[in-house]
């Protein structure tokens, strides 16, 4: 393991051989593999119930681990995993981050070069092998690495309706994959018009009681095969031209208030809402446009889940 030393001038950013931007599976997952590779290994994340996982109020389908389980308390056992190779988190916000910088830092042992040639060619020492070192900015300070990566995720909704907010991970849900099997012989709404929305309702129809399919637009948009089976599957009632108004329930989903293009407003007694009506973005507002995304927000990484600039790599949702 690299050994970096803070020296020189007053108060310098301290090092790591890997710096790990999100706590969640991905990052922590990666974190366990570093620290225990004997590399020096920072983790920052917002804290256990900032993500998605965090968010989860029951897991039941995760590998090794006896259900149901609150997200925050697999987030825990994460942690305290890596941290028993010897990560180390921190709870903050990263607010910046600099790619391509050749930080001045006092290092003890250089990265590949000889300890005679620290002296005669101290630019070297500002870089990782020919990789300029990283610097990450946030709340409590800057932190410099050799190898940086990102696991910040995606956020969910922005624009909710009342009670959505209140109730995620408590009937609300984006993904019926992940918690669908917790509404068994129950009836369940389906909001969007997207494909996802659609296979979701078909996954969710192989054991639920029924599901209400909300659709804002008059027409269905999915590709046609997969309309056609939504709509003729006896477990499904397609509500077109139908808005979600409202997420209703105290402590959990008791129903939600819809409002059809024509007609009064209704409450459907649903147990569950599965909402796809703005899909999840990648989270790299931090980044500051340093690294390529495609047209969904994702970074671009290649086999090796590398980005364009050597030393930084991509996982999780972020792709």
């Not at 600099?98 to 630019?123: C, M, T, W, Y």
């Not at 659709?215 to 077109?240: D, N, Q, S």
């Amino acid at each position: 393991m690299v050994s970096l030393q803070l020296g020189g001038l007053g108060s310098q950013p301290e090092a790591y051989d890997v710096i790990i931007i999100g706590g969640g599976p991905a990052g922590a997952s990666a974190a366990i593999y570093t620290a225990r590779a004997d590399l020096r290994t920072l983790v920052i994340d917002k804290g256990l119930t900032a993500g998605a996982l965090g968010l989860t109020e029951k897991i039941s389908n995760y590998p090794g681990v006896p259900g149901p389980i609150s997200g925050a308390e697999l987030a825990e056992t994460m942690r305290r995993q890596a941290e028993s190779f010897g990560a180390e988190f921190i709870t903050d916000k990263v607010v910046g981050v600099d790619l391509q910088s050749n930080p001045k830092i006092g290092v003890s042992h250089s990265f590949g070069i000889a300890e005679k040639d620290q002296i005669d060619r101290p630019a070297q020492l500002q870089t990782c092998g020919t990789h300029p070192l990283k610097i990450v900015m946030a709340g409590t300070g800057s932190f410099h690495t050799r190898a940086l990566i990102l696991a910040t995720g995606s956020m969910g909704r922005t624009n909710t309706v009342p009670g959505e907010e209140a109730l995620l991970g408590r009937g609300v849900s984006y993904c019926a994959t992940c918690d669908g099997a917790f509404f068994r012989e129950q009836r369940v709404a389906v909001i969007g018009n997207t494909d996802e929305a659609l296979e979701e309702t078909l996954f969710l129809a192989k054991f639920v009681e029924s599901v209400d399919l909300i659709v804002p637009t008059p027409a269905l948009k999915a590709r046609p095969g997969l309309a056609a089976e939504v709509t003729e599957h006896p477990k499904v009632t397609l509500r077109l031209g139908t808005r979600l108004r409202e997420i209703i329930g105290n402590g959990h989903v008791d129903g939600v208030r819809v409002q059809p293009r024509t007609g009064d407003e209704a409450v459907l007694p649903v147990k569950g809402a599965f909402v796809y009506l703005q899909g999840a973005k990648p989270i790299t507002d931090y980044l500051g446009g340093q690294l390529a995304t495609n047209e969904e927000g994702c970074l671009t990484v290649d086999h090796d889940l590398q980005t364009a600039i050597p030393g930084v790599f991509a996982v999780g949702d972020l792709l």
